[in-house]
Each structure stands twice: as C-alpha cells, then as structure tokens.
C-alpha cells in the first residue's frame, strides 16, 4: 500500500475535523451574549433567563462589575453586548459625554433605593451632625440627595434638568456629613456612620432587606420612570433580533414569581 496516499488520506480527515471544530466554537462565540450586571443577586437570570434562552441556542455569559460605571464604558467599547444595571437617567447621563452611544432593549423593573441606619430606628432620630453616605457616581448621587430630601433631612435648591450636588444643599437642619463613596461601599459604611443610602442590591448582597431593614424607601410614583431599569445595548444594535429575545425571555411570569419571591415587594416588575 502507498504510504504517502495513507498519510494524504489521514491528514485529509484531520484537516475535515479541525475544521468543523472550528466551525462549532465560532458558532458557539457567535450565539454567545455577554451582559453586564452589578452585585451577586443575579437569581432571575441564573435560574429563568438563562435556561429559556439556552432552548433556543441563545448563550449567555453575565459579567459582573462592582460599580456603575464601567458596565457602560465596557458595552460601548464592545467588551460586553449588553448591560443590566442602570435606569434611563443613568444611560442618558452617559450618552451626553459618549455621541449618544447606548439605547434602550427593554425595561425590566424598578428597584427603589433605600435609608438605612444603624444608629437610629426612624428618620428623625438620626444624631445630628452624622455622616450619610450616597454613591458616588453622578446619577445615584443625585437620587440619593433626592431620597434625604423626600425624607426630610435635607432641602436643595438646583437647576431642573440637572443632576443635584451637596453645594445644592440649601437646608440640613440636623447638620448631616454628606459623603460620596462607590456604590458598593455604602452597605460597607454602615457601622460607621449614622446613615446611608443604598441600592437594592447592594443592600441584598450585605444581607438587608428594604422592606424590613431601611427606615425610608423611595417613593414610587409618576416621577419614578428615569429610574426604571433597562437592558442597554449600544444604539446601533438596539433593534438585534437575538437581544430583544433576551428582553422577552426576562419579562416571563417566572421571572415575575423569583423576583416576588426573593425581593418580597422590594423590587417591582415593569410587565
């Protein structure tokens, strides 16, 4: 028998599977979204969105961040397809400085922030001249003013259309600390100061409940919507067949039983 037509014939069949091999993976790499999420309570996803995408060949990789600022700068750079983290405000906030470079896939839910202390049982017995911590970036700060306002501890006096600081402080009859830290440093800083103001989610991922743990949640009412949370592409995808499926397979009534289920009122569902 020629040696030479066995090996040909052998390397023929090698060069056929490494091909289809490759063929699969780049198949794989192209079913596969990545989506940027913040915290550790990602249930609704590991447990509904992402088993009833995986029926229908969708794959998704969450990756997670500690802040709210590098899942938007990651997706527009094109590290990630999509985020889940953010509200209208916060996307609009970075598309003034970005070309307008994120849009909105679809809502999911609302997730009111919330006052917690560890030094005082209601509002009003906050010591006064207390530190108070709020996130640090420039949309959750702004919220976060916005909450210690609802709740009567502070008054600001700011432009309409524009996001208030601490020089926007006009009255704090308690003297209150207003300081600025990263948004998953303020569930931290709670031992050490006499409040903060914390997300959902950082709240849950240092085992407190705004429900039965905060002493003042945020109003929910017509003026809640720039802080309904959204899944963001970059703009140009935002018509993706394959991302808008991942709105659908989030807004199930299953989705809707695990988040009632776990946040027990604390977050509310868009659908």
């Known amino acids: 028998m020629n040696v030479k037509k066995i090996l040909a014939g052998a390397l023929a069949v090698l060069t056929l599977v ?13 079913n596969t979204v990545k989506i940027g999420v913040v915290g550790d309570s990602n249930e609704v996803w590991d447990q509904s969105v992402i088993p009833a995408l995986k029926k229908e060949g969708i794959n ?8 709210y600022i590098q899942p938007n700068e990651a997706l527009a750079k094109g590290d990630i397809d999509l985020n889940a983290y953010q509200g209208y405000i916060l996307m609009d906030d970075f598309n003034k400085t970005h070309n307008n470079a994120l849009a909105a896939v679809g ?17 009003e017995d ?15 700060a702004a919220r976060g003013l916005l909450l210690l306002q609802s709740a009567g501890l502070i008054k600001l006096d700011y432009k309409e259309g524009t996001n208030p600081t601490p020089d926007d402080i006009v009255s704090n009859p308690k003297n ?9 440093q303020t569930a931290r800083s709670l031992p050490d100061v006499g409040a903060s103001v914390i997300n ?9 409940n705004p429900k039965s743990d905060a002493i003042y949640i945020e109003p929910v009412n017509e003026q809640s919507k720039p802080y309904y949370n959204i899944i963001v592409s970059r703009a140009k995808d935002k018509d993706n067949e394959t991302y808008k499926k991942v709105v659908d397979a989030y807004r199930t009534d299953e989705s809707k039983k695990i988040i009632e289920d776990l946040y027990k009122g604390a977050v509310i569902p868009l659908w």
Do not use: Q
């Open 126 to 140: 906050i010591p006064e001249g207390s530190e108070v911590t709020i996130a640090n970036d420039d949309v959750n």
């Open 18 to 30: 490494g091909t289809a091999a490759c063929g699969s993976a780049s198949a794989d790499s192209a």
């Open 200 to 208: 959902v989610f950082m709240a849950l991922d240092a085992g407190l």
């Open 176 to 184: 209150l600390k207003i300081t600025e830290l990263e948004a998953s």
């Open 107 to 123: 809502e999911t839910v609302l997730n009111p922030i919330s006052l917690y202390s560890d030094k005082a049982k209601k509002v």
């Open 60 to 67: 998704v990789e969450l990756v997670k961040f500690s802040d």
